[in-house]
């Protein structure tokens, strides 16, 4: 199974990424996050293989938040 992370701020897309995400056999979404402290927070918690990221995430830096998990 591969681990995957979704950092989106809007909830319904969230939502919706997930569901597209677990309807490929073999990938699991096992965290999300709405912010770049959330997302952080939760990688080091939890690593995973695959992670989506919003580019705008109210205001802060997806590609920064990217960077920050590498």
Known sequence: MIDVMVIEDDERVRRILKK???????????SEAAA????????????VEVVFVD????????LECARQLC
């Open 55 to 62: 580019i705008d995430l109210n205001g802060e830096s997806g």
């Open 36 to 47: 770049v402290k959330e997302a952080i927070d939760a990688y080091d918690e939890k690593p």
């Open 20 to 30: 597209m995400i677990e309807k490929v056999e073999g990938f699991s979404v096992v």
